[in-house]
């Protein structure tokens, strides 16, 4: 055999093994979370982490991978989030001999049967078009969740005992971490399906789509048909995260179906990175932190969530993702070196300042909102009287400083990102 066929031979190898190692780095985390946070809130907030990071990867299947722009994709996981609890509740009065970890399997078939049906007149157009039927498809079922009350349950939704069912190896599944590593591996498996699935000639064939569907259709491919197979899997997923939903919570409301929660998921997606397959997986795990750490903390917490969005939009398109993707050819050249120091003098009196204006806005806020009378109140840990001139003084005066530190120490920054980024080091 000679040297050429030997490496063909081998290549595949390691390939699978380079693709292999990072699901099974993110198996052995999911696995050793519950040691290391070992709170009930904790894992709760975790369990919500996994459900949006499904939910958010089966949105980048329409958004990301095929180009389509949904308003009302929460209505598959919120209707396959009411199937699942109402098969929680035949479970329990009809004694059906169901296990639990099954159900999520049957919320997917619900979200995938709906997708079915509104993807073959949505898809038929992308862009404003499609945008448009999926707002409109989304307010109608929102709006049929308060009319029909045998499915949905009107303003009160539709609730049930998730141990009521059939042990599953004697497990009943009464506490949180149970739930945390059954929808563990709920997310792996949903995952490396969606990885898989934009592996395949559909998947490939919805990026041609996505960029330009005039070409994918002289090559002799229907875009409508791929944009449709990409929808009903995303259909699909939303349903599995659904179904994942009521089984943490045991409680679906007509707020799983509205337009909040399809905004969010797109606001989700874009933070975390289009592009990228393991963007929607950073942006729900931000995201989460954000809407549960961060809303503890103070009451504008989606003011915060808000800007962090706009900025990422406007200077980074990429997502959080790409911004991490950018340092690759920095890193293969090992030139990374070379930006710690001007990230360091650039980044954290940047990130003083932009803690100083928070700070000015939260003092802001509570002296106008504050009962009449109060002054005292803790920013960044320190109690401060909003009465005084000294802590306005101070944010503002400490954010003035930090951004001209900032913005003087920016030209090098740039100048040194250039030279990390050439191939030569930019010694030439």
């Not at 209505?75 to 109402?86: E, I, K, P, Q, T």
């Not at 797109?266 to 975390?272: A, N, S």
Request: net charge negative; proline share 4%; charged share 10%.
């Amino acid at each position: 055999m000679s040297d050429t066929t030997q490496k063909t031979a081998v290549r595949p190898t390691g390939v699978t093994m380079s693709m292999a190692l990072p699901w099974l780095i993110a198996g052995a985390f999911l696995l050793v979370m519950p040691y290391v946070f070992t709170s009930n809130s904790a894992i709760t907030i975790m369990n919500q982490m996994a459900i949006t990071i499904i939910f958010a990867l089966s949105y980048n299947m329409l958004l990301g991978q095929a180009g389509m722009l949904s308003f009302g994709h929460a209505v598959y996981m919120g209707v396959g989030g009411f199937m699942c609890v109402h098969i929680m509740n035949y479970v329990e009065d009809y004694s059906i001999p169901l296990p639990l970890p099954l159900l999520p399997l049957f919320g997917g078939l619900f979200g995938l049967g709906l997708a079915t049906i509104v993807g073959s007149f949505s898809t038929r157009r992308a862009g404003t078009v499609f945008a448009m039927i999926s707002l409109g498809v989304g307010e109608l079922i929102a709006a049929c969740s308060i009319i029909i009350v045998a499915f949905f349950g009107g303003e009160e939704g539709v609730s049930g005992d998730r141990t009521m069912g059939l042990p599953f190896f004697g497990n009943e599944f009464l506490q949180q971490i149970d739930v945390y590593y059954l929808i563990s591996f709920w997310v792996m498996l949903s995952a490396l399906l969606m990885f898989l699935f934009s592996r395949t000639p559909v998947g490939r064939m919805a990026n041609a789509v996505r960029d330009n569907p005039e070409r994918a259709e002289f090559l002799g491919y229907s875009a409508r048909w791929v944009r449709y197979y990409s929808f009903c899997a995303a259909g699909f997923f939303a349903g599995i995260a659904g179904g994942l939903f009521a089984i943490s919570y045991e409680i679906l409301t007509a707020e799983n179906l509205g337009l909040l929660l399809s905004g969010e998921i797109l606001l989700i997606t874009f933070l975390g990175g289009v592009g990228f397959f393991f963007g929607p997986i950073i942006g729900a795990i931000v995201f989460t932190l954000l809407q549960t750490v961060l809303s503890l903390q103070t009451e504008l917490w989606q003011l915060y969530v808000g800007a962090l969005f706009v900025a990422t939009v406007m200077f980074f398109p990429g997502g959080l993702a790409g911004v991490l993707m950018m340092h690759v050819p920095a890193i293969r050249l090992g030139n990374a070196k070379l930006l710690v120091v001007p990230y360091i003098k650039t980044l954290i009196p940047a990130t003083i300042g932009i803690l100083a204006i928070s700070g000015f806005i939260e003092i802001l806020f509570y002296s106008r909102h504050a009962p009449v009378g109060e002054t005292e109140m803790t920013v960044f840990w320190t109690d401060i009287d909003t009465a005084s001139i000294v802590p306005w003084i101070v944010t503002v005066g400490l954010a003035l400083v930090c951004f001209w530190i900032t913005k003087r120490n920016a030209p090098e920054l740039v100048e040194t990102w250039h030279r990390a980024n050439a191939i030569d080091g930019g010694k030439a």
